[in-house]
């Protein structure tokens, strides 16, 4: 008898050789007795769930539903209408009656007025008026307005929390110091200016908690003239300056033939790093691998959760685009950035460059000029929405926790983080504790918090690394009103 190679007899080796049937069952023999672990779930998705959509304020939804883009067409069609919006036009006196900047000026606060009546005198009608002087760009000292309305808000300890939308009303053609000629600025940017005005229009019926700013700044295209006065005020002033929209060159540009143009989407640019950060926060930045979580990158992160909660999937939302803005180019969001505040710019998806910056002309076939034939009324009202539904969704949530922090005192696996509440935070507050890969661009898992009583701090301890994911809390109203996510 032979058992495994071996003569039992002689005990003298003998060559085995094992049939495929028998290797193949001691293979299986020895999978089942020595199995192979499956990679383990990862802390961060043990103890959380996937962030979702919030839900739907049938009050902000119904506010939406009234953009119309028919107004918007009207709005743009009476900016063109003022021949040249060039800045430097308001020191002329020999313009045709009811042409240059200062008369689109009048208009643009004849509007938010008119609104203001419809709402039982419910906005603020103000006009932030300068002499700059000369400057590039700018010959002589020259008078620019920038005009604004406020919606106050309805809850006293929260209205001093603002969230402000703009567009730049003034225009120019390939001569900035032309002030003159034909400048009739569709895209650039009286559908930014459309999109404040309509904004305003749609809720200011509204009764939210915090305060809303709708704006038409001027001075955009000789420097960011009037948008850095108006930050700058607004910083003097102690403006609790949450969030800012600047939408500039939001038409949809309509250029026959383009076919690379995209409708479903509006680019969102936001900083990584805040302007004039110190070298202690550059510090601690990098330390924290934090060059993705500026204020202003938070905003846009809001607004793309905003889109997910009032724009079906796949028919309009923001493109988030992780830098400043356009390479060689520069927008009025910068001047809030760099007085600390938010800010973030939205622009169409694929610029027409012969239809900005330009003389109208004709040459060689093409048709230069930005003119009101190549906008998209119905592309503009959706960034209208887009901009509505991010304000109210802000202004009706609790506003920002602060005093985020993580404790880092010693070597652990866990973390430890502690935040308080927004100032006048209202009742029935709650928080979501959220993180993401560190790679990932956009908060991928939740917890939900209860608040702490009273004004005492909120401590919590999470069996997530904090070296592998990044964190961030936002506060929640008891309607799912989300607010602005803080990062420690």
């Given at each position: 008898?032979?058992?495994?190679?071996?003569?039992?007899?002689a005990?003298?080796f003998v060559p085995?050789?094992?049939?495929?049937?028998?290797?193949?069952a001691?293979?299986m023999?020895?999978?089942?007795?020595?199995?192979?672990?499956a990679?383990?779930?990862?802390?961060?998705?043990?103890h959380?769930t996937?962030?979702?959509?919030?839900?739907?304020?049938?009050?902000?939804?119904?506010?939406?539903?009234?953009?119309?883009?028919?107004?918007?067409?009207?709005?743009?069609?009476?900016?063109?209408g003022?021949?040249t919006?060039?800045?430097i036009?308001?020191?002329?006196?020999?313009?045709p009656?009811?042409?240059?900047?200062?008369?689109?000026?009048?208009?643009?606060?004849?509007?938010?007025?008119e609104?203001?009546?419809?709402?039982?005198g419910?906005?603020?009608?103000?006009?932030?008026?300068?002499?700059n002087?000369?400057a590039?760009?700018?010959?002589?000292?020259t008078?620019?307005?920038?005009?604004?309305?406020i919606?106050?808000?309805?809850?006293?300890?929260q209205?001093?929390?603002?969230?402000?939308v703009?567009?730049?009303?003034?225009?120019r053609?390939?001569?900035?110091?032309?002030?003159?000629g034909?400048?009739?600025?569709?895209?650039?940017?009286?559908?930014g200016?459309?999109?404040s005005?309509?904004?305003?229009?749609?809720?200011?019926?509204?009764?939210l908690?915090?305060?809303?700013?709708f704006?038409?700044v001027?001075?955009e295209?000789q420097?960011?003239?009037?948008?850095s006065?108006?930050?700058?005020l607004?910083?003097?002033?102690?403006?609790?300056l949450?969030?800012v929209?600047?939408?500039d060159i939001v038409?949809?540009?309509?250029?026959?033939g383009?076919?690379?143009q995209?409708?479903?989407?509006?680019?969102?640019?936001?900083?990584?790093?805040p302007?004039?950060?110190?070298p202690?926060?550059?510090?601690?930045i990098?330390?924290?691998?934090?060059?993705d979580?500026?204020?202003?990158?938070?905003?846009?992160?809001?607004?793309?959760?905003?889109?997910?909660?009032?724009?079906?999937?796949?028919?309009?939302?923001p493109?988030?685009v992780a830098?400043?803005?356009?390479?060689l180019?520069?927008g009025?969001?910068?001047?809030?950035?760099?007085?600390g505040f938010?800010?973030?710019?939205?622009t169409?998806w694929?610029?027409?460059?012969?239809h900005q910056?330009?003389?109208?002309r004709?040459?060689?076939?093409?048709q230069?000029?930005d003119l009101?034939?190549?906008?998209?009324?119905?592309?503009?009202a959706?960034?209208a929405?887009?901009?509505?539904?991010?304000?109210?969704?802000?202004?009706?949530s609790?506003?920002i926790?602060?005093?985020?922090?993580?404790?880092?005192?010693?070597l652990?696996?866990?973390?430890?983080?502690?935040w308080?509440?927004?100032?006048?935070?209202?009742?029935?507050?709650?928080?979501?504790?959220?993180?993401?890969?560190?790679?990932?661009?956009d908060?991928?898992y939740?917890?939900?918090?209860?608040?702490?009583?009273?004004?005492?701090?909120?401590?919590l301890?999470?069996p997530?690394?904090?070296?592998?994911v990044?964190?961030?809390?936002?506060a929640m109203?008891?309607?799912g009103?989300?607010?602005?996510?803080?990062?420690?």
């Amino acid at each position: 008898m032979k058992l495994l190679g071996f003569s039992r007899s002689a005990l003298s080796f003998v060559p085995f050789r094992p049939s495929r049937l028998w290797l193949a069952a001691a293979l299986m023999t020895a999978i089942s007795v020595s199995p192979v672990s499956a990679p383990a779930q990862p802390d961060y998705q043990l103890h959380a769930t996937p962030v979702t959509a919030a839900p739907a304020d049938p009050a902000i939804a119904a506010a939406l539903a009234q953009v119309s883009d028919a107004r918007i067409r009207q709005t743009i069609e009476k900016l063109v209408g003022f021949g040249t919006r060039d800045t430097i036009s308001s020191m002329e006196t020999d313009l045709p009656p009811g042409q240059g900047v200062t008369a689109a000026a009048d208009w643009i606060a004849s509007q938010f007025e008119e609104i203001s009546k419809q709402c039982g005198g419910c906005l603020e009608v103000k006009r932030d008026t300068f002499t700059n002087p000369a400057a590039d760009r700018i010959p002589k000292p020259t008078t620019i307005t920038n005009v604004y309305a406020i919606l106050r808000g309805s809850d006293t300890a929260q209205a001093k929390r603002m969230y402000l939308v703009t567009g730049h009303y003034d225009s120019r053609n390939s001569d900035t110091l032309d002030d003159h000629g034909a400048a009739p600025g569709a895209n650039d940017d009286a559908s930014g200016v459309a999109v404040s005005i309509e904004c305003a229009r749609v809720l200011s019926k509204l009764k939210l908690p915090a305060s809303l700013v709708f704006v038409a700044v001027a001075g955009e295209e000789q420097g960011l003239n009037g948008s850095s006065h108006l930050a700058k005020l607004a910083k003097d002033e102690g403006w609790q300056l949450e969030g800012v929209l600047n939408n500039d060159i939001v038409g949809g540009n309509t250029t026959p033939g383009d076919t690379l143009q995209r409708k479903d989407v509006v680019r969102v640019f936001s900083e990584g790093i805040p302007a004039g950060a110190t070298p202690e926060q550059l510090r601690r930045i990098r330390a924290l691998g934090a060059f993705d979580d500026a204020p202003s990158r938070q905003l846009a992160r809001a607004m793309a959760d905003v889109a997910r909660t009032y724009f079906p999937k796949g028919t309009f939302g923001p493109f988030l685009v992780a830098r400043p803005d356009r390479y060689l180019r520069g927008g009025d969001h910068t001047s809030f950035n760099r007085e600390g505040f938010s800010a973030v710019r939205l622009t169409e998806w694929r610029e027409d460059f012969n239809h900005q910056h330009q003389n109208v002309r004709a040459e060689n076939g093409i048709q230069y000029g930005d003119l009101l034939q190549f906008v998209d009324f119905d592309y503009v009202a959706q960034v209208a929405r887009l901009n509505a539904a991010t304000l109210a969704t802000l202004a009706a949530s609790p506003g920002i926790p602060t005093e985020l922090k993580i404790d880092a005192r010693k070597l652990e696996n866990g973390t430890t983080l502690s935040w308080k509440a927004p100032e006048g935070a209202p009742a029935g507050l709650h928080y979501e504790l959220l993180w993401r890969e560190t790679t990932a661009p956009d908060w991928e898992y939740v917890q939900t918090v209860p608040a702490a009583s009273g004004t005492e701090p909120v401590t919590l301890t999470v069996p997530v690394s904090k070296d592998n994911v990044i964190f961030g809390v936002r506060a929640m109203d008891a309607a799912g009103h989300r607010g602005l996510v803080a990062t420690p």
